[in-house]
């Protein structure tokens, strides 16, 4: 069964794991409070010529400052444990990460008497892990999805689409996007992406920073139909029928 960890637990682990580097640092002479300062003032310093007018020498004064500011974060043992063990982490997520169930709606009595349907999402938003359904019968209903790492598969072919416009809304930084929809669905899509490949039926484009529209013929007076509103910032998106 897949462990999964709070927030609390993780920033908990985080710490513990900066402390030791703190301390690693502190004791191998690493530790140089001293550069911290001289960064922090210039940074201040350049940001006062700034607001005086005296650009020039402000923004010099600025950039040395965050420049020697970062030489110094990245060389800490506290930064490099902490950087290490996310990716450990979101190595240990991406490897784990199983197909997630698809939740039946449930009734909730409202303070009114009205009857409201709280309808479970499909999905949680992750930071990192795959997101797959395939292969399960469900009843759609719009989707809204978030996440740093991973890749989402959605099989439309054995769900239950509902008469209207049903909305997939898909946001993440890299990973793949797979869709597959049924023939008998109108599509439309909006994609962004700043770099990876666009895929939709017949249609294919490669490149950087793009942003595309596209929607197939019958879309407006179809009884059924989907749309995909998704942003990438790494990964390919492919939409197809099947």
């Known amino acids: 069964?897949?462990?999964?960890?709070?927030?609390?637990?993780?920033?908990?682990?985080?710490?513990?794991?900066f402390a030791l580097g703190m301390l690693l640092d502190i004791i191998f002479h690493r530790f140089e409070p001293m550069a911290l300062v001289f960064s922090v003032a210039l940074i201040l310093l350049g940001q006062?010529?700034?607001k005086k007018e005296k650009k020039v020498r402000g923004n010099v004064l600025f950039l040395v400052g965050v420049f020697t500011l970062?030489?110094?974060?990245?060389?800490?043992?506290?930064?490099?444990?902490?950087?290490?063990?996310?990716?450990?982490?979101?190595g240990y997520e991406l490897?784990?990460?199983?197909?997630?169930?698809?939740?039946?709606?449930?009734?909730?009595?409202s303070n009114q008497g009205k009857r409201i349907v709280q309808v479970q999402p499909f999905f949680e938003n992750?930071?990192?892990?795959n997101y797959y359904m395939m292969g399960s019968v469900y009843e759609l209903h719009d989707i809204n999805i978030r996440y740093g790492l991973g890749d989402v598969k959605i099989d439309l072919t054995t769900a239950m689409i509902p008469e209207g416009e049903t909305v997939l809304v898909?946001?993440?930084?890299?990973?793949?996007?797979?869709?597959?929809?049924?023939?008998?669905?109108?599509?439309?899509?909006?994609?962004?992406?700043?770099?990876?490949?666009?895929?939709?039926?017949?249609?294919?484009e490669k490149g950087?920073?793009?942003n595309i529209c596209l929607v197939t013929e019958a879309y407006q007076a179809a009884?059924?139909?989907?749309?995909?509103?998704?942003?990438?910032?790494?990964?390919?998106t492919e939409v197809r029928y099947v």
């Not at 069964?1 to 794991?17: D, E, N, W």
């Not at 996007?177 to 249609?203: C, F, K, Q």
Request: cysteine-free; aromatic content about 10%; overall charge positive.
């Open 170 to 204: 898909i946001h993440g930084l890299v990973g793949n996007i797979r869709l597959y929809i049924p023939y008998d669905i109108e599509i439309s899509l909006n994609h962004s992406v700043l770099l990876g490949n666009i895929s939709m039926l017949e249609y294919k």
């Open 95 to 109: 490897l784990i990460s199983n197909q997630r169930r698809v939740v039946a709606p449930k009734l909730v009595e």
């Open 48 to 50: 006062y010529f700034r």
């Open 1 to 17: 069964m897949k462990r999964t960890f709070s927030k609390t637990q993780i920033m908990g682990a985080l710490l513990i794991v």
């Open 223 to 236: 009884p059924r139909r989907i749309k995909i509103i998704s942003t990438l910032l790494i990964g390919d």
């Open 126 to 129: 992750m930071l990192v892990g």
């Open 208 to 210: 950087f920073n793009k």
């Open 70 to 90: 970062i030489v110094n974060v990245f060389s800490s043992a506290a930064f490099q444990l902490v950087f290490v063990t996310l990716l450990i982490y979101g």
